[in-house]
């Protein structure tokens, strides 16, 4: 009643006529602000509670999201880590191959590029799963983010429609070309790696190094595996600054914000009112 009242006041302003200035311009204006003031008063804590409501919701969205990525890193360390097992090449029983015969280290270095190769594809096997199930993931609980918001914001429903479609979208297209970027890392390490293995020198009968062959396979995973956590702390700040900006477009602003507090100046008229109503 008080926001129909006070914006009745301010319809003349609104009109297809030139408007009709008041006898006291100054004090009506001071009137209107007094006014403005106390429905701005009245507004706030639904304000307020708006705000916290949809900041609360997008916050349960990503706490819903970071299982599955903290699945990625468990996924990528434990299947690094049987990689290594089976790339293990500082042992009594290799070191003796290694540094036997031609034929023997060609035969332990051909057979370790059989499991790099082996146990890539396996890893990319068992990834798929896991990024799958991150885009399955987004969607769905994006939806139910659609309809514990869709009560409480104070966007239309078109609007909020509209925010969710594009968050969606947007998180599904990250989520899917992290999952590429990690294949592609997989990629790069499965060559490496055999590239390590086949370029070891076994001429002359002199065999590879087992210490040095240890080490670059121990550091071409610690590099895999650092490239791979890295890309997927990204993809959760992505899911940060997104939903971030999906909460300053659905959530009015806090309380006391200068957005509510317009000025009475000698302006145009049809955007004082549409400000108001607003």
Known sequence: ?????????LRPLSGSEAPRLPQDPVGMRQQLQEELEEVKARLQPYMAEAHELVGWNLEGLRQQLKPYTMDLMEQVALRVQELQEQLRVVGEDTKAQLLGGVDEARALLQELQSRVVNHTGRFREFFHPYAESL?????????????RVASHAPASPARLSRCVQVLSRKLTLKAKALHTRIQQNLDQLRDELSRAFAGTGTEEGAGPDPQMLS????????????????????????????????????????PGHSAFTPEFQQTDSGKVLSKLQA
Do not use: C
Not at 1 to 9: G, V
Not at 226 to 241: H, P, S
């Open 215 to 254: 080490e670059e396979v121990r550091q071409r995973l610690q590099a895999f595996r650092q490239d791979t956590y890295l890309q997927i702390a990204a993809f959760t700040q992505a899911i940060d600054q997104e939903t971030e900006e999906v909460q300053q477009q659905l959530a009015p602003p806090p």
């Open 135 to 147: 885009v399955s993931g987004i969607g769905r609980h994006v939806q139910e983010l659609h309809r």
């Open 1 to 9: 009643n008080n926001m129909n009242k006070f914006l009745e006041k």
